[in-house]
C-alpha cells in the first residue's frame, strides 16, 4: 500500500494579510483570451488545463499592487518531448526574449511567438534593470529545463539535492 503524507495548511494561521489584485477578473479574463487566440497550436486539454490552472490568480496574489500581471509556464510543454526537441523549443524561447520586436520563424513551435507577444508588452511596463534580471533568471530556468528533459531521457532519477541543485539556479 502506497504511503499517504498530509500537508499542513500553512495558510489556516497565516500572519500577514492576504490582499488580491483589483484586476484579476479583467485580467484573467484577457489571459485567457489571450490563450484561445493559440488554439489551432494547443490542444483543448491544453486550454483547460490552461483554465483550470489559473494562473492569473497566482500572480494577482502574488502581484496585488501591479496594475496588470501574465504569468505562463513553458515547463509543460517539456515533459513529453525529447532532449532534442526540448533543447530547440527553448532556444526559441531565448530568441524571441532577445528579439520581442522580431516576427517567429513560419512554422516555429509557437511557444516562440506565445513568449514573444508576452515579452513585447513586458518590456513596456519593466524597467531595463527588471528586464535584465528577469532574462537571466529565465533563461537560467529553460537550460533547467532542458536539463530535466535530458535527466527524463537518459531515465536519470536525482537525489534530492542535486535536483534541488537545478531547480533552484533560476530563483
Not at 514573444?116 to 535584465?132: C, G, H, L, N, Y
Amino acid at each position: 500500500m502506497a504511503d499517504i503524507y498530509h500537508l499542513p495548511d500553512v495558510l489556516k494561521a497565516w500572519p500577514w494579510p492576504r490582499s488580491i489584485n483589483p484586476n484579476y477578473e479583467v485580467c484573467h479574463a484577457e489571459s485567457l483570451g489571450w490563450c484561445q487566440t493559440f488554439s489551432e497550436a494547443l490542444s483543448p486539454a491544453d486550454l483547460l488545463a490552461l483554465k483550470r490552472s489559473d494562473f492569473s490568480r497566482l500572480a494577482s496574489l502574488t502581484y496585488p499592487l501591479l496594475n496588470e500581471a501574465t504569468v505562463f509556464v513553458i515547463e509543460e510543454y517539456s515533459d513529453t518531448a525529447s532532449k532534442d526537441v526540448v533543447r530547440h523549443r527553448m532556444d526559441s524561447i531565448k530568441d524571441a526574449l532577445r528579439n520581442p520586436l522580431q516576427p517567429r520563424p513560419a512554422g516555429e513551435w509557437v511557444g516562440g511567438e506565445f513568449v514573444r507577444q508576452f515579452w513585447e508588452d513586458a518590456i513596456k511596463i519593466v524597467t531595463p534593470s527588471v528586464q535584465a534580471r528577469f532574462l537571466a533568471v529565465y533563461e537560467a530556468y529553460l537550460d533547467a529545463v532542458v536539463e530535466e528533459a535530458s535527466d527524463r531521457h537518459t531515465n536519470r532519477i536525482r537525489d534530492v539535492k542535486s535536483y534541488f541543485d537545478i531547480t533552484t539556479r533560476y530563483l
